[in-house]
């Protein structure tokens, strides 16, 4: 079955820097374009970004463009964020997402999601 | 971008009461619209894609419809486990933005 496990949240002061990680497994990683989505305390959920398939194409929310960087290496199944001058505004629970199907982004599949904190 | 908004941010109805959530776009999206529920602690289930199209394992009485700006989520007969907050999600093209979210509860 489809697993998608994030790690690399934690406590972290504004400005410095952070990488999650989201391991993949259950399905073949490289036909699918993986995204990452957030949930700040008690608030809704907001799309960060997405990365094709192959790595070629990269999206971001306005929110984080400039700061955050998207990748994948799908010789170890792994998505990742690289989350650059972090803001207080940044604290969430972060989720990589799998699309139901190849084509088509929404999310069938989740991780159980990492917890960033940005706080001095 | 394409705005989404949801109405209303939170309803209350009986047990066995037609919900209805509403999701408009700022523009056009075509049917290229999902619905999410997330009940308290735990991730977001996908509901509906497509506008209308039932994913697999989700109960009958969740239904949507609607195409181009407005959208709606209707449970036809509200039962104690739909108590959750439910949002839309464009996914025509970057960025794939959410609706701010419905949180329904019984009354």
């Known amino acids: ?4 496990v994030e790690s690399g949240g934690g406590v972290v002061q504004p400005g410095r820097s952070l990488r999650l990680s989201c391991a993949a497994s259950g399905f073949t990683f490289i036909t699918y374009a993986m995204h990452w989505v ?3 305390p008690g608030k809704g959920l907001e799309w960060v970004a ?3 398939y192959d790595g ?3 999206y971001y929310a306005d929110s984080v463009k400039g700061r955050f960087t998207i990748s994948r290496d799908n010789s170890k199944n792994t998505l990742y964020l690289q989350m650059n001058s972090l803001r207080p505004e ?3 629970v972060y989720y990589c997402a799998r699309p139901l199907w190849q084509r088509g982004e929404y999310f069938q599949h989740w991780g159980q999601g990492t917890l960033v904190t940005v706080s001095s | 971008d394409i705005q989404m908004i949801q109405s209303p941010s939170s309803l209350s109805a009986s047990v066995g009461d037609r919900v209805t959530i509403t999701c408009r776009a700022s523009q056009g999206i075509s049917n290229y619209l999902a619905w999410y529920q997330q ?3 735990k991730v977001p289930k996908l509901l509906i894609y497509a506008a209308s199209t039932l994913q ?4 009958s009485r969740f239904s949507g419809s609607g195409s181009g700006t407005d959208f ?3 449970i036809s007969s509200l039962q104690p486990e739909d108590v959750a907050t439910y949002y839309c999600q464009k996914y025509n093209s970057a960025p794939f933005t959410f609706g701010p979210g419905t949180k329904v509860d019984i009354k």
């Not at chain 1, 079955?1 to 998608?4: A, I, R």
């Not at chain 2, 697999?56 to 109960?59: D, E, F």
């Open chain 1, 1 to 4: 079955q489809v697993q998608l």
């Open chain 1, 38 to 40: 957030r949930q700040a």
């Open chain 1, 50 to 52: 997405v990365i094709s």
């Open chain 1, 56 to 58: 070629s194409n990269k």
């Open chain 1, 90 to 92: 940044d604290t969430a």
């Open chain 2, 39 to 41: 009940k308290p602690g």
């Open chain 2, 56 to 59: 697999s394992g989700v109960p």
């Open chain 2, 72 to 74: 709606t989520l209707t």
